[in-house]
């Protein structure tokens, strides 16, 4: 009987294959040869020789692919997974690609060589595009058209019913409701910082009659010193008079009228806005505008200049004659026409009531004499009816400015300040004015303390 497992077959000294068709067994000492299965994995080769890469037939699997097979290799991921409402969106209403236009090219012929001067006198080049360059707006692409989803592809909203809550036997009251629940005191009232001046502008709000007093008031302050009123319009630093603030905070009198239209406290409101007006009537400036930045407010016509400085006059109402002098006595002191004299003067003129003062410095007549009248209504008539008459004459203030501009000649000979008449005798040519604020540096210091200031637009005898 044969047996029905025979001993593999030994290899041949020779090296040749077995007969049969028998595939030859693997070496230990070289490659495997040609159509032999792979290594097992785990599986060591021990060779003394290099190794050779043993291509892998993919027409016959080995035994341990086919019993443990390879895992499916994964899919690659999407690098921006799709959102529901993509989901959503039918697939032939996907939105269409837009191509946004490439920007303009600009090359160096459209550029301009151009050159600036440094602080250390170095000059340096630089091109730019020129001012005149047409630049065309890129058009925007349209706007892709995307569907709306419909209502049904949303899950549906559930409004929640209101919850009916059960009445609280504590609830909150007001302080005007019946004594029920527990109390709650009332809303205390809100402290809030000052108002600004500006919301205090309107007529409603300021009192008329005080801002007008303390207008006077301080044109009469600015006025009555030369040295103080020299500093305002010559552009120096001056302060401020209601608040006292120092003349370091106000660079000129444009932030003087600053601070004084917005004053930081409210308290003193309408001193300020007095000091406000006084500084614009007396730099010439329109103090019915809003001071700013712009200081469009200082561009006053002269005619409105010269009438809102004449408006102020001083009280009692006085008339200021000049060119009163005569000449020089023997010592070198100069006379001139007495309170007498002046007064029979006027009196030819047909002006009564009004009582001449004289005025003597420390080189005798002065040439100034001051006319003044009764302080009330009748006495501020008779006191402008004398100026409007010197006025029609040529001999107000406007021609006492043109004798002035001629002081060269010498006053005996001057034609303007003096006249001779049929007899041959000269006499002095009168020139007087109704004296506003701007007059009260030339006044005696007796005069200017007892004078105070009226506004001939707004009189009011009481003041």
Known sequence: MKNPNPPPAKPSASGKPPAGGMAPRKSRWGPPPAGAAPNPAGEKTASTSRRTPTPTSAAAPSSNSRRHPAAPAPAPLARNPASPAAAIRPPHQQPPRVETPPPPQYGFHNLDRRTMLLADGTVRTYFALPPDYPFE?????????LPRAGLEAWPPQHQMPPQQLPPHDGKRKH??????????????PRFESPHHPLQMRPDAAVDRQAVRRAFLKYSKIINESMAQKRSYLEGGRVQCLPCGRSSKDFADVHGLVMHAYNPPNADSFIDHLGLHKALCVLMGWDYTMVPDNSKAYQSLPPELVRASREDVIIWPPTVVIRNTATGRKKDGRYEGLGNKEMDKKIAELGFAGGKSKSLYGKEGHLGLTLIKFANNPAGLKEAEHLAEFLERQDHGRIGWSRAQATHSLDPDKNPLLVETDNRGEKNRILYGYLATSSDLDELDSDSRKRASLKSRREFDPSD
């Open 137 to 145: 707006p890129t058009p925007l692409p349209p706007l892709p058209h």
């Open 175 to 188: 302080h005007s409701d019946p004594e029920e629940g527990f109390s709650r005191h009332p809303k205390q």
